[in-house]
């Protein structure tokens, strides 16, 4: 769409109506009770030396953030400073006293006034679902130094500080600062607002140098000593009160063009905008969509809606319904910004179209900032409006994604992978086999027993050579317990924000260090079966029962024997079935046995095998487990936080 006139014309008029006064904007001639008569200023006198003082008040700005004087005198004026002449005060201060419209705003400055006040009021304490919300984001960045880089919680920490410093200042002032473009008017509408020239207006560019405040009540002091605002620099919109009663408590700071070319302008809005309470945007037909300010600005702070003017200014230089239009239009690039608009009852953003110089909705601009001020709200609402951005940035440390955490069947296959490394199974079954052997040792018969001995004897130092070792089946296998701890840091960590599934890896990690040793010494001391298995009950009889096949099998040799040298009578018969007997039943006792051998053998290596796969898990969970449960049990108490902080305040 085509603007309606050049930026020349627009620029024209901010000149025409600059009027009066000088950039430090006291009514001249205006005097108080006692003080001496000041000279009137003409217009382009007072614009001529505004122009040079501004340039002088920003560098002192600079070089004193607080607001006190860099030269360390006392406050003077500047311009009426040297204008007045007062009686018996040979510094030409002595009528300064009695100016009403310098009362309060620095703490010193009409101390003897009946109306000023000698402190800045303090501040009320948060209430309701912001308070709840500030001590959870507290509490989130003190569970959190040690698992998240400083960087991540530098927001969080920087609203809890502005949240903290807030407080302690005056809760019956709203400050709302006036921002825009080059050109844009911003300094006009401050002083149609103000209703008395104090920001200076005019073609050359940047026009305002520094930040400006108007006061409509006192005891703002603080506030403005917090956007280092200097005393010279500070303005009450009429002489000799406090302005209007619906603005009463309104603190107006007029700030420089955000997109001047001086690269410290930039930077003081920058500082200042993150300090007010609120923020008037003046845009103009020509630079409305200027992608400056709707990237740098207006579409990071989408969530700072309800405490944002978006003023269409020079609605004068639109012919017809273009101002409708051009209105709607900005309706439509806020909404594509994502920030909400104040329609219908809805909260949001305050879109309206002005024209400083005619004067045309700046009378309802100015009933919507007394409402606005009146509700005593704002800087609750930016401050809830600032926990919601930090709650947005720190949303990748804290939200997981599904549902993070151990589950028993993790664990589970946790143990089963540190018993199958620490041989858990083979030391079971190694316990069956010498609880069977032992039994095979008892109920055996003699003469198979005899013959393992003599097979023992042929080998090479006389003990049955065994299978060489292999280095993958030691007690512990180093390899195989890395691996189960890297699979159950792994599964614990899976779906965590990144710093905290690095948390749990670190913890586990930690953990594993030195577990294959312990699980080593654990195979010794647990796994070890005992050297004599406990014996069943009906050994004894087993045992009898082949000493009687044995004695059996002499007895009928013995007869056998006897009757070949004829010392008996023959009968082959008879001593060859004893001897069959005793032949026969040796082995069959033998068979016997180990068959009732097999169930109290297995019981026992499932026995030994339990206790070592018990103490693997005890070993790994004291090492690893117990340390990961202790970093998820820590992210769930800061998600249960940041749930608390992220929740929308009503």
Known sequence: M??????ESGESRESAESGEPDETGEPVGTVGPGDETVEPLRADEGLAFAASESESES???????????????SWDDGLIARRATGKG????????????????????????SDDS??????GGAYGGSLRVRLDALGELVGLSRTRLEGSVLAEAGRVLDEASARQRLSSRHTVVAIAGATGSGKSTLFNALAEVPISETGLRRPTTSAPIACVWSDG???????????GRLRRKPLAGGDGDEELHGLVLVDLPDHDSAVVRHREQVDRVLALVDAVIWVVDPEK?????????????????????????????????????????DLRRLLDEDGMALGEHGEPGATVLAVSALSGHGVGELRELLGRFVQERSAAERRLSADV?????????????????????????????????????????????????????????TPWLRLWRWYESTRMPGGQTQRPPAVVEEELTARQRVEQAVRTVAEEASAGLPAPWAHSVREAAARGAEGLPEALDELAVTAAAPSSRPPRPAWWPAAVLAQASMTLLQIFGALWLVGQIVGVLE?????????????????????????????????RYGQDAERRLREAAAACGRARVLDPISGELMRYREVREQYVTVSRTGG
């Not at 560098?59 to 005198?73: E, K, L, N, V, W």
């Not at 300064?96 to 003897?112: E, I, K, P, R, V």
């Not at 006040?117 to 303090?122: L, S």
């Not at 039943?585 to 180990?594: L, M, R, T």
């Open 2 to 7: 085509k603007s309606a006139k050049s930026m």
């Open 89 to 112: 005060s040979p510094d030409g201060l002595g009528g300064l006293d009695g100016f009403s419209g310098l009362d309060g705003l620095d703490g010193t400055l009409g101390a003897g």
């Open 570 to 602: 023959p009968g082959l018969l008879p001593p060859v079935l004893v001897m069959l007997a005793g032949i026969i039943g040796g082995p069959f006792v033998e068979w016997a046995c180990g068959a009732a051998a097999m169930g109290p053998a297995r």
């Open 220 to 230: 703002a002091a603080g506030l403005l000593d917090r956007l280092a605002i200097p």
């Open 117 to 122: 006040e000698a402190h800045t009021p303090i």
């Open 288 to 328: 409305y969509a200027d992608a400056a300010l709707h990237e740098r600005y207006l579409r990071p702070l989408a969530g700072h809606a309800e405490i944002t003017f978006v003023v269409l200014n020079q609605i004068d230089r639109l012919p017809g319904d273009a101002a409708d239009q051009v209105l709607d």
């Open 59 to 73: 560098d002192a700005f600079a070089s004193a953030p607080d607001g006190t004087d860099p030269s360390g005198g």
């Open 388 to 444: 919601d951005a930090a709650a947005w940035r720190l949303r990748s440390a804290y939200v997981a994604e599904g549902r993070a955490g151990l589950g028993e069947r993790s664990r589970e296959q946790f143990a089963d992978r540190l018993a199958w490394a620490v041989g858990a199974v083979a030391a079971g079954e190694a316990a069956e086999r010498a609880w069977r052997r032992n039994a095979g040792r008892a109920c055996g």
